[in-house]
């Protein structure tokens, strides 16, 4: 009997839990021009992108604990529209686009959510997020005080938001969300829309608050933002970023940490050092809320990568790697550089602007001092190629080139940033972050999944060239490559047959001239093909192509392999000149 008391009991403490909110106790989110405000106090935020389509639902748990453990608060992630809406009215919450597991993970990690919902994302994503279905809709033009833009954009913002709500997903549900994104950049084209652009915005940032998400609204690299949406910054520096009213903080919703790949581009690299610089100095002039775009970059899968140029890979150089390991020494001097923000956490929330000292000519302290004795300061110099000795508070400090010194306690220097593993050691799993090297991470240390998902036998198929399909037709022009293909493939094959007769090839003898394929425009990839022969091959955005070729007497078939490389519209237009 006692037993089967117990077990009641047990039940019935689980379901008040959940009725008190999933995963934390609910609280309220508001700003003042200093912070974000969680459940009444002042926060310095760090945030980490991950885009959850970029990674496997299996991969979700360790790349969430992993920020975790590098000393994240929040995970961002943009939504996306054309994966979650493939046709018109039919949703996909499922496998890579199970939105609402992963921010269930989030929060089950005790860690905070920032959706960007956009809905036009860019992200390097396949058309920006937008479906393609979105182009066939009558009278529509994107991103504009447009009627039918505005209602499917609405209709989709809305879902989003009521079914975040309806999983109790909300921090006043004791859900982990905590900020929402409407639009994405939107500032850098308004001015192109003319005055119809400024109209989609404010209706825009007004239909988001009119949703009653109970969260704040940001909407990034966007000066004229109305006063209730708060407007953010996005590039690799942002200390110095004022927002339009000193109602609100200082949020930088994209820190580029590193940069998508190109076809053909190097893989780009930022040094470790100057992204610890842009954090610490971003928070030494008064920022509170920093965002790494990305902390995880991650993989296009199948057809996402967006065009006209964006490889498979979105690794973004980000400190953790594609394939979900620590990439390091970034995530470690990161963890550190959190650690030691976390430790001014209280001078910083305390003060609502620092006390200035210019230490040298291009050396300067901000210190956050309060109640008397209490105190944190920031340390700089931003001379690139020489180490200064400054005095502070009576005491002398050596501030390597391009560097900031966190001093917590206004003495003692927790943190530089140019200084590489030379903090405290700090044991994370299965990999000492005191053993820093300039080499890359350790795989051999770290197996987080089980990769047998690869097929381990590669398979090739030859293909016919031309219009083979039960899906070819005829049609005399050149077709929006679009328009036909709906994006269910990147590839239109074109094919036509021409009679060339004694006269023609007479003639080319006679004025010593030779047939010759003129492709007025094109974008992004054609192939050429004459009678199944391999000619050529032409990439770029709108360029002309003229190819030589061979062709006989009699007829003569001429094959093109239109291709998108992301998603872009193809126009094609073909003149044959003898
Ligand atoms: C959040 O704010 C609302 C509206 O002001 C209030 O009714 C509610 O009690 C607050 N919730 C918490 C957890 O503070
Ligand atoms: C400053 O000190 C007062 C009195 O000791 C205390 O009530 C207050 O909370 C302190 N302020 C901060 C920001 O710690
Ligand atoms: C489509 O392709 C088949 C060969 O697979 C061909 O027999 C047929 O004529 C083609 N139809 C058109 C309209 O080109
Ligand atoms: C797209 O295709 C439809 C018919 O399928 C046609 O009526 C329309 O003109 C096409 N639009 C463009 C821009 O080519």
Not at 253 to 258: L, P
Request: glycine share 8%.
């Amino acid at each position: 009997m006692g037993i089967k008391f117990q077990w009641v009991c047990l039940v019935l403490t689980v379901q008040a839990l959940i009725v008190a909110g999933e995963f934390f106790k609910p609280f309220n989110v508001s700003y003042d021009g200093r912070a974000i405000i969680i459940d009444g106090k002042r926060r310095m935020l760090i945030s980490g992108g991950i885009h959850y389509p970029r990674a496997t639902p299996e991969m979700w748990s360790d790349l969430i604990s992993k920020s975790k453990e590098g000393g994240v608060d929040v995970i961002e992630t943009y939504v996306f529209w054309n994966g979650h809406e493939p046709v018109r009215g039919q949703y996909n919450f499922e496998g890579r686009y199970n939105i609402v597991k992963f921010v269930k993970q989030v929060g089950s990690s005790g860690l905070y959510l920032f959706l960007r919902i956009g809905p036009y994302v860019c992200a390097e994503w396949n058309f920006g997020g937008f479906p393609v279905w979105l182009r066939d809709i009558p009278g529509i033009e994107f991103r504009t005080d447009n009627i039918p833009f505005k209602e499917e954009m609405q209709r989709f913002v809305k879902k989003i938001v009521a079914l975040m709500r309806e999983e109790s997903l909300f921090s006043w549900q004791g859900g982990p969300i905590i900020m929402l994104q409407i639009e994405n950049e939107y500032g850098n084209i308004e001015s192109s829309y003319g005055p119809k652009g400024k109209a989609y915005m404010r209706w825009a940032a007004k239909m988001a608050v009119g949703l009653d998400a109970g969260v704040p609204w940001v909407m990034c690299k966007q000066t004229d933002a109305p006063e209730y949406i708060i407007d953010t910054c996005n590039r690799y520096y942002c200390d110095g970023f004022k927002p339009n009213s000193k109602k609100k903080p200082i949020v930088w919703t994209e820190h580029w940490d590193g940069w998508y790949t190109n076809w053909g581009d190097r893989v780009p690299h930022r040094p470790t050092e100057d992204i610890a610089f842009a954090v610490a100095r971003f928070f030494q002039r008064g920022g509170s809320f920093q965002n790494y775009y990305m902390y995880f970059g991650g993989t296009n899968f199948g057809r996402t990568a967006g065009g006209p140029n964006i490889i498979t890979s979105y690794d973004y150089d980000a400190p953790i790697d594609e394939y979900g390991l620590l990439r390091q020494p970034k995530w470690g001097h990161l963890k550190d550089l959190h650690a030691a923000i976390k430790l001014c956490e209280p001078a910083l929330v305390a003060v609502n602007s620092p006390h200035y000292i210019k230490l040298g000519p291009q050396q300067e302290a901000h210190v956050y001092s309060y109640n008397g004795s209490k105190c944190s300061a920031f340390l700089a110099n931003i001379d690139e190629h020489n180490s200064a000795t400054v005095k502070f508070r009576n005491q002398a400090y050596i501030l390597p080139p391009w560097s900031v010194s966190i001093l917590p306690d206004c003495r003692t220097t927790a943190f530089n940033t140019a200084k590489i593993g030379v903090q405290t050691s700090i044991k994370t799993t299965g990999l000492d972050v005191a053993s820093y090297s300039n080499d890359p991470a350790p795989l051999k240390l770290m197996a987080p999944y089980e990769v047998d998902y690869i097929s381990k036998t590669w398979k090739f198929l030859r293909e016919p060239i031309g219009a083979w399909s039960d899906s070819n037709f005829t049609y005399q022009g050149i077709l929006e490559h679009l328009n036909v293909t709906k994006d269910h493939s990147d590839y239109l094959w074109y094919s036509t047959r021409i009679y060339i007769s004694d006269e023609d090839i007479s003639y080319w003898e006679e004025n010593q001239a030779s047939p010759v394929l003129t492709i007025d425009s094109m974008r992004d990839f054609v192939c050429i093909f004459v009678n199944g022969q391999f000619k050529g091959s032409a990439k770029g955005k709108w360029i002309k192509v003229v190819e030589p070729v061979d062709l006989i007497q009699g007829h003569n078939d001429i094959t093109l392999l239109s291709q998108t490389v992301g998603l872009q519209v193809i126009y094609l237009v073909l003149f044959f000149c003898g």
